[in-house]
């Protein structure tokens, strides 16, 4: 057990290993940092200057070693639009998206698992198709599509929810939160829905699915055969045993939400790290792709483990395989 | 005790938030010690210790009311003080005037002097000022300095007196002279604006002597966005120079202001929201027909969010609206748009001094290099086409590539090139490339109006005559190098002219030396011009040798003029905001109802 | 059933686009600028050559939904494709050989899921667009968002190739096969490979609508296909500018042309996995 979860460890450590090169290499393939610095009529020689002054022109490798030792510490240097430190812009921006992911996780969640034992259930029945086809119909549309039409229909039409932004913030030391407000519940529901429709999707249908093959299953035949109730057999035997799977698609998916945030964030000005990572990308802000980038691989690699770890935990064939 | 507080009066004028503290229940860290000062100092008796109101400014409009609202179903105790907080609310949201404007992008940096780029000007200019401004017509006006006189190289101001800054200090020489300094500076983006001073002399507390390098007739026209600081605030604050690139912390200017302006900062989250407040010491007080109170910023970068936002009621301005959507924001109720002419002129560069494009399939010659083809790709675009389909009428096809307004610009240089392809192909067949050629087009997707559609249509147009061009749309950020490094062949630029003086594009786009004279143009005689008009005081004289040059141009075509620009701003009918042709917000015009 | 059809009909409509589409959106030439914007004709102010209206630059929105949606099913395709034949072949050799070979392609596929497609494709283009010569930038785009796509593909194919062949492989005639000395090449190919297929192909039908969809999106940052030879996500992008302005056709067709695709491409995908599982037969 504990060789296991320190093998894992080092692979994860292995793994951002690579993802700090490369974010690294983005230093030194998109545009040039220079330009992207001093103003439209700097003269050559402030270029040279700075050059010099960023370490610009050392050899790869001492770039690389100097960035990694940086990066240890969290320091990913200074923004090269915003001129601030990136990780105070990531810790400033974190509890936007952090929030946008909770929400939506849960939302997926909730209405996911629900949807899915129902359709598992009710296999033919009206209602279970009509839940699926929407389901596809959600699956086939784009994200940002979902994003705009939701503004148009209940910000721009009905009035009833704001468009855009991130309003009702209260501070909790230097957590922003917008949970403490109406206007914050108001503000998130939008994008937390845009942003959990995929995953909503997918996860009812693996739930369904795995649902479908459960009751299938002898110990399933023989709970009724005992007489268990319905209830009892859907929630406590069958639920239980389609969890694995669904624990698996949370740990790849929370990624998935992390990078949707970014097209979920642009349509809503949701001040969160996609947002910040988007408008990085088009000013060439390297500093703050690469600390994104590492940030990203960071919460995959934290949640991987954490999934791996569970799996120990929930399925005992996987300690006696000992992998 | 409750009602008592209600009758009292509240002078809560400058508050926009308010929360409700229930003593040990809910704090807000550190926050409510000060806050709760403040309140006492605006409620006129001290409040129990049952509960306590807190107040403070920063931070959106409703959040206060909502998040009693919410705590009120939680919990009965809040009740009573909710009562308190919304007639507090609803006392103040009647006696100001809040605009809570949008735009694309934000300003870069709160720092005067480290970006040279209009959006960050324009936010500056709300909070900093300059010795010379310009109002909504563009006139130059007196800002800092009350008068100036120009005698040779000198040029002396007579500083504004009375005037303090934000934290109170008062406006000096001294603060000029070392704003000028700090302009520059090695890390400053404005030395090349003020490159012609090379001394400013202090002579008493209100009168400064710019002296320049040799006689410079335009140097007001180049101080409009040369933003006064605080000598003593920058030192303090260890912000003596712009930036330093190798600093790990940012400096503190980047955040933070002390200007003489009409608005002071309040608070700042980049890209997020900045607030800033009416400064009541503010010299200009009466004397201008605003009455905004308070300006709450939030860029919104999608287009169709920004102008959601606008229609849904949650800003009252918005910058730059898509052109296409005019029509829905002029439909919808209680909004309205205003246009005006913008002094910026759009056209295509063609690089006619390398030996071999680097895009073309023609080798061993540049078809640019041709004048014949520099005139047959200018008769190809169908400018009043772009005009009415692309910009929905939101353009002046151009004939040159300076706007209306520029001295130099007169109607016969203006005259737009007609739309002729069968000359245009005529014209290809006699340079010999009767079957055309091809070549990249760089365009910018997120600088001008249309740009990268305009791009697009123009491409069509190309194609008509023989030229096959491939279109390249990058953000801006990676479009200019390519221009500046010289490695575009065919390029998308617009130009404004901030001097309104035909020097400002001669000495970048047209002077065989200019920075961004990507096309390679050099002609002696404009060369020529173009140092003469720096240091010629006869206007007459001036202006003739601008004219000529300009013809020269015309005759030359080194660029594919398409239109001049025009600017559109979105509003709430509740607020009245002069437009300015160059795009920037003046709050100090703007009023609300 | 329907929804094969569907697909077919999608597929075949936009393969047989420069013979079906009146007009080509592609040849700048036959553009006219004064004719943009027009709406469907059956909308007053419409004209009858153009059914479903023009776009912003005057092309002919039927065409340019037929040719985008070429487009759109080629780059999905490809890019299904190249992601199925690197997984596949890597996680077969990663189940079939299990020790180092499988700990090696299973961390480098781990260390490729902690960057999102979106992410990946993005800092790909950037690199693309540094690297390579000026003018092959454009043709590149198409290639680049293939590349992108695909490269974020291929992990969940070796996952779902390696799990089968794991199975595959304990099976009693593929051991028999070891046994009797055939070489490995051959029970990869011959028994292995052909068993790991079922559950691919419905990742891959899958696969292939989110492919359409991420294209839509990189196109919907700016980092995809360029407007001037419009995908289906180039379509809506573009189109999504109009939307407030009473331009709705431009937006709406193209959307629903995507939907009905990836719909149609969701179904199938979901009656294969349903028709190929025997447990539920």
């Not at chain 1, 086809?133 to 009905?158: D, H, K, M, Q």
């Not at chain 2, 209306?404 to 005259?415: C, I, K, M, R, Y």
């Amino acid at each position: 057990m504990l060789s296991f979860i320190l093998r894992r460890l080092g692979q994860s450590v292995l793994v951002m290993a690579a993802v700090s090169l490369i974010s690294f290499s983005l230093f030194n393939f998109v545009g040039d940092p220079v330009n992207n610095m001093v103003g439209q009529e700097a003269t050559r020689e402030d270029r040279v200057f700075i050059r010099q002054e960023l370490g610009l022109d050392d050899p790869i490798p001492v770039q690389y070693f100097r960035f990694l030792g940086n990066a240890l510490q969290g320091d990913f240097g200074l923004s090269y639009r915003i001129k601030r430190p990136v990780n105070e812009l990531i810790k400033e921006r974190l509890p936007a998206t952090l929030e946008l992911v909770f929400v939506s996780a849960v939302i997926a969640l909730v209405f996911g698992i629900a949807a899915g034992v129902y359709t598992g259930i009710r296999r033919n029945g009206w209602f279970s198709k009509f839940i699926l086809s929407g389901s596809l119909v959600g699956v086939s549309l784009p994200t940002f599509i979902i994003g705009i039409g939701l503004i148009y229909l209940f910000a721009v039409t009905l009035r009833w929810l704001p468009s855009s932004g991130r309003a009702g913030i209260v501070e909790l030391g230097w957590w922003k939160t917008s949970f403490l407000s109406v206007d914050g519940w108001r503000s998130i529901i939008l994008p937390a829905i845009t942003l959990s429709l995929f995953q909503l999707t997918m996860i009812l249908r693996l739930v369904r699915s795995e649902m479908l093959e459960v009751m299938q299953t002898d110990y399933i035949k023989f709970a009724r055969a005992r007489g268990l109730s319905e209830r009892a057999i859907n929630f406590v035997h069958a639920l239980k045993n389609t969890l694995v799977p669904v624990i698996t698609i949370i740990g790849l998916n929370i990624g998935g939400l992390i990078a949707f945030s970014v097209i979920t964030e642009t349509v809503f000005q949701w001040p969160g790290t996609g947002l910040m990572f988007i408008q990085a990308v088009d000013f060439a802000d390297v500093p703050i792709m690469a600390a994104y980038l590492c940030f990203v691989a960071l919460v995959f690699v934290i949640v991987n483990l954490v999934v791996d770890l569970l799996y120990v935990l929930i399925d005992p064939r996987i300690r006696i395989a000992g992998r | 005790m409750l009602r008592k507080l209600v009758n009292s009066g509240v002078k809560a004028k400058k508050l926009t938030e308010l929360c409700i503290e229930s003593t040990g229940k809910l704090t807000i860290p550190g926050k409510c010690v000060r806050m709760k000062q403040m309140a006492d100092d605006w409620i006129d008796r001290p409040l129990g210790n049952h509960i306590s109101v807190c107040l403070w400014v920063d931070s959106l409009k409703n959040t206060a009311d909502n998040f009693v609202r919410g705590s009120l179903m939680k919990n009965r105790k809040y009740l009573v003080a909710s009562a308190v907080a919304l007639a507090l609310t609803s006392g103040q949201a009647m006696s100001e005037n809040v605009l809570r404007w949008t735009s694309q992008g934000d300003a870069l940096t709160l720092d005067p002097h480290s970006q040279n780029e209009s959006p960050t000007i324009a936010m500056n200019g709300m909070m900093y000022e300059s010795l010379v401004t310009r109002d909504t017509e563009m006139n130059l006006l007196p800002e800092l300095a009350e008068s100036w006189a120009n005698d040779g190289n000198v040029w002396t101001f007579n500083l504004r007196k009375g005037v303090k800054f934000h934290g109170g200090e008062d406006f000096t020489a001294e603060d000029v002279a070392f704003s000028f300094e700090r302009a520059r500076h090695e890390a400053s983006d404005y030395k090349e604006q003020i490159k012609s001073v090379t001394e400013v002399k202090i002579v008493d507390d209100h009168t400064i002597e710019l002296v320049t390098d040799g006689v410079n007739p335009i140097l007001p026209n180049q101080l409009t966005s040369m933003f006064i600081m605080d000598k003593g605030w920058s030192e303090a604050n260890n912000v003596a120079s712009p930036q330093d690139f190798a600093a790990k912390e940012e400096t503190f200017a980047v955040r933070n202001s002390n200007g003489t302006g009409p608005f002071s900062l309040v608070s700042r989250a980049p890209d997020e929201l900045t607030v800033m407040q009416a400064h009541e010491g503010w010299w200009g007080k009466g004397q201008f027909p605003g009455n905004i109170d308070k300006l709450e910023y939030r860029p919104i970068g999608n287009a169709a969010t920004r102008v959601a936002a606008l229609l849904s009621d949650e800003v009252d301005f918005v910058l730059d609206p898509p052109l296409q959507d005019l029509k829905r924001i002029e439909n919808a109720d209680g909004l309205k748009t205003t246009t005006v002419p913008q002094v910026r002129t759009i056209f295509f560069g063609m690089d006619q001094g390398v030996e071999e494009l680097r895009t073309s399939d023609v080798k061993g010659k540049n078809p640019f290099a041709d004048i014949k083809v520099r005139e047959a790709m200018n008769l190809a675009i169908d400018r009043k086409a772009i005009q009415r389909v692309v910009m929905e009428g939101l353009s002046f096809p151009a004939g040159m590539i300076t706007s209306p307004g520029v001295l130099g610009n007169t109607e016969a240089q203006d005259a737009e090139i007609p739309f002729d392809l069968e000359k245009a192909k005529a014209l290809m067949g006699e340079a010999g490339y009767a079957d055309g050629f091809s070549v990249q087009l760089d365009c910018p997707n997120n600088r001008y109006n249309n740009d990268e559609k305009i791009c697009q249509a123009a491409v069509a147009m190309f194609a008509k005559l023989g030229v096959k061009v491939k279109l390249e749309a990058i953000p801006k950020s990676q479009h200019f190098p390519k221009i500046q490094n010289r490695t575009s062949d065919f390029y998308m630029l617009g130009w404004g002219v901030p001097t309104l003086d035909s020097h400002y594009v001669f000495s970048y786009l047209l002077d065989a030396e200019g920075s961004w004279n990507a096309a390679a143009y050099d002609n002696a005689r404009v060369n020529e011009i173009t140092k003469a008009i720096a240091s010629e005081t006869d206007l007459d004289k001036r202006t003739m040798m601008i004219d000529e040059a300009w013809t020269q141009v015309r005759t030359d075509m080194p660029y594919i003029p398409i239109h001049h620009q025009v600017i559109a701003w979105g509003m709430s009918d509740k607020v009245d905001a002069p437009i300015a042709s160059d795009d920037a917000l003046r709050p100090r015009y703007i009023t609300m109802k | 059933m329907i929804a094969a059809f569907i697909t077919v009909v999608c597929i075949l409509a936009t393969m047989f686009a420069p013979w079906i589409a009146p007009f080509d959106p592609f040849d700048p030439a036959q553009i006219s600028l004064w004719d943009g914007k027009l709406p469907p004709s059956w909308v007053e102010g419409g004209q009858p050559q153009y059914l479903l209206g023009t776009d912003n630059q005057g092309r002919d929105m039927l065409s340019t939904i037929l040719y985008g949606g070429r487009l759109s099913i080629l780059v999905g395709l490809a890019a299904v494709c190249m992601g199925m034949v690197l997984g596949v072949t890597l996680g077969v050799l990663s189940g079939y050989f299990g020790g180092l070979t499988d700990t090696i392609i299973m961390r480098i596929a781990d260390i490729q899921l902690t960057i999102p497609g979106i992410l990946l494709a993005i800092l790909i283009n950037g690199i693309g667009r540094t690297v390579l010569p000026l003018d092959m930038r454009e043709d590149f785009a198409i290639f680049v968002v293939i590349f992108a796509i695909g490269l974020s593909d291929w992990p969940q194919f070796a996952r779902v190739a390696r799990g089968a062949t794991l199975v595959e492989s304990q099976k009693e005639y593929v051991q028999a096969a070891k046994v009797i000395g055939l070489p490995q090449r051959l029970i990869i190919l011959r028994h292995v490979l052909p068993n790991t297929l079922r559950p691919v192909l419905v990742i891959a039908t899958i696969g292939l609508a989110l492919a359409v969809i991420a294209e839509a999106t990189l196109s919907f940052l700016g980092q995809g296909i360029p407007p001037t030879t419009p995908s289906l996500g180039t379509l809506i992008r573009v189109g999504n500018e109009y939307l407030f302005s009473g331009l709705w056709w431009i937006t709406l067709f193209p959307a629903i042309a995507l939907v009905v695709l990836v719909f149609a491409v969701n179904l199938l995908g979901d009656w294969m996995r349903d028709a190929l599982n025997p447990k539920l037969r």
